[in-house]
């Protein structure tokens, strides 16, 4: 990881979760969060309980997010949630276009470009997913697919909205299976994604945050975590248990030098 990038470590409990589960799961993140060194930590929960993670997570250092919003502002989209709305629950970050929203909701890029605009245009921070199915890697596509996400979602953002964005690498075949990248493979394709952002935005990408997200458990943390281009990651499954949580959050740190 290169130090001048903050690690951002993030769980992503999709739908997972109950009021008095997640009341004993914060619990045990925060009590974590003396070990936690230079690393930021958020948890992105179902709207549900994002008012419950504003109360629990408000006086702590673990910031909190959503897992998709709406593009538009208001108006007539029954079952949609709005970028303000987010904000009134205190919400920091923003998951978009994770790839299970691209799969199983017909999340198209162009409905991602714009969800990453309204999240900026409401003072939250996106958490760009990328990253290419199997059927796509076997074809030698990664590259292409990959770079075209990244150029699509933020071709119209500003130098100073790419150094505020986090993007999470999320080779789909690597998500929930157990299967991840390999340090080396995930550095490559997120240098690529950094590279990808600098065409636009000059030098701004150098701050840019990009995560890895797949199958991050506390044994592969400090490999995936030990690559210079990547600076954190989007934690699935194994944000659902503060053990493991936690200890991912301690590697991000200690690769970073400063535990
Ligand atoms: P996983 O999920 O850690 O369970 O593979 C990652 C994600 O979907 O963000």
């Not at 250092?61 to 949609?80: I, L, M």
């Not at 994770?98 to 921070?125: C, M, Y």
């Not at 990664?142 to 100073?160: H, K, P, Y």
């Amino acid at each position: 990881m290169n130090s001048q990038r903050t690690p951002l470590v993030a769980g992503n409990w999709k739908m997972h979760g109950s009021l008095e589960g997640n009341t004993v799961l914060l619990a045990e993140v925060v009590k974590g969060a003396g070990l936690f060194g230079r690393a930021q930590v958020a948890v992105c929960v179902p709207f549900p309980y994002l008012a419950q993670a504003k109360s629990l997570l408000a006086a702590t250092p673990v910031r909190w997010g959503a897992q998709n919003v709406s593009e538009h502002t208001h108006g007539a989209y029954t079952g949609e949630v709005s970028c303000a709305m987010l904000k009134d629950f205190g919400c920091r970050y923003v998951i978009v276009g994770h790839s299970e929203r691209r799969q199983f909701f017909g999340e198209t890029d162009v409905w991602v470009t714009r969800k990453v605009q309204a999240a900026f245009a409401h003072g939250l921070v996106p958490i760009l997913c990328v990253g290419e199915r199997l059927e796509e890697r076997d074809a030698g596509r990664t590259d292409r697919i990959v770079t075209e996400q990244t150029e699509m979602a933020t071709g119209e953002l500003s130098s100073e909205q790419v150094v505020n964005l986090v993007v999470a690498y999320e080779p789909v075949w690597a998500i929930g299976t157990g299967r991840s990248a390999t340090g080396e493979e995930a550095n490559r394709v997120t240098g690529l994604i950094r590279r990808a952002l600098g065409r636009r935005s000059g030098g701004a990408s150098a701050q840019t945050r990009i995560l890895y997200g797949g199958s991050v458990t506390p044994d592969n943390a400090a490999e995936v975590f030990g690559q210079p281009e990547i600076d954190g990651g989007l934690i699935g499954g194994a944000s659902l248990d503060a053990g493991k949580f936690t200890a991912i959050v301690r590697a991000a740190s200690r690769e970073r030098g400063n535990l």
